[in-house]
């Protein structure tokens, strides 16, 4: 079946530092793409979006980067901080099928910031 | 923030009871799903649902089921609970058109003994 993976499964940085998380994701088709943050103890929270006639976003310290040449998601977060430590996960919209408007998630980075 | 809520939080409950998870949203959103999550593993669709009347089974086969007679509320069932349901549930919403963001609740954390 379809599938979003992400190539690390950990990523430790420390305080102040960039962070770049990745994701490949495998649907040619798919059409719009979501960040998720996920705390201990909580459910995911949604960080940031790109569609797919896009290939950068930017919100507040993050930037999501898309290119659908090599099927590749990346998010970066700039000066990253304590409170950005958590597990970050990627999602694929499929836009056909029955399963139409569903995500597909990836298995997640854990981001590990150091003070 | 989304107005998104499941309870209860945590449940501690023996095997072979009944338990229902329940969800509900405040957002009017048409669509609605049940998640299952191993601690730091990725998301597994149980559930769906497009509105009222509506459920669909997701791509993880679940001995659950899930009832939508109100748009808000999308309640999950297990009738025979076993250590093997032990896991988190998630519930999620979002409105029915194409490329719209899901917003989660916080989650049941439930353990099964």
């Known amino acids: 079946g379809e599938s979003v993976g992400l190539h690390l499964p950990t990523l430790s940085v420390q305080e102040g530092d960039n962070s770049i998380i990745n994701c490949a994701y495998s649907?040619?088709?798919?059409?719009?793409f979501i960040w998720y943050k996920q705390e201990s103890g909580k459910g995911p929270q949604f960080i940031i979006d790109?569609?797919?006639?896009?290939d950068k976003r930017q919100g507040q310290r993050v930037t999501v980067l898309l290119n659908k040449t090599v099927k590749h998601l990346s998010l970066q977060i700039a000066a990253t901080q304590p409170g950005d430590s958590a597990v970050y996960f990627c999602a694929e919209n499929i836009p056909y099928g029955g399963s139409q408007g569903n995500l597909i998630f990836g298995k997640g980075t854990k981001l590990s910031v150091k003070p | 923030e989304a107005d998104i809520y499941q309870t209860p939080r945590y449940l501690v409950i023996g095997t072979g009871k009944k338990i229902t998870l329940e969800c509900s949203q405040t957002m009017g959103h048409d669509k609605m799903y049940w998640y299952q999550q191993d601690p730091g593993m990725e998301l597994h669709l149980i559930h769906y649902?497009?509105?009222?009347?509506?459920?669909e089974k997701g791509d993880l086969s679940s001995e659950s089921t899930v009832s939508r007679i109100r748009t808000e509320h999308f309640p999950l069932t297990l009738e025979s609970a076993r250590p093997s349901h032990t896991s988190q549930y998630l519930c999620?919403?979002?409105?029915?058109?194409?490329?719209?963001?899901?917003?989660f609740g916080p989650g049941t954390r439930l353990l099964v003994l």
């Open positions: 649907n040619s088709a798919s059409d719009y």
């Open positions: 999620a919403s979002r409105w029915a058109g194409s490329k719209e963001t899901q917003y």
């Open positions: 790109i569609r797919s006639n896009m």
């Open positions: 649902s497009y509105g009222v009347n509506s459920t």
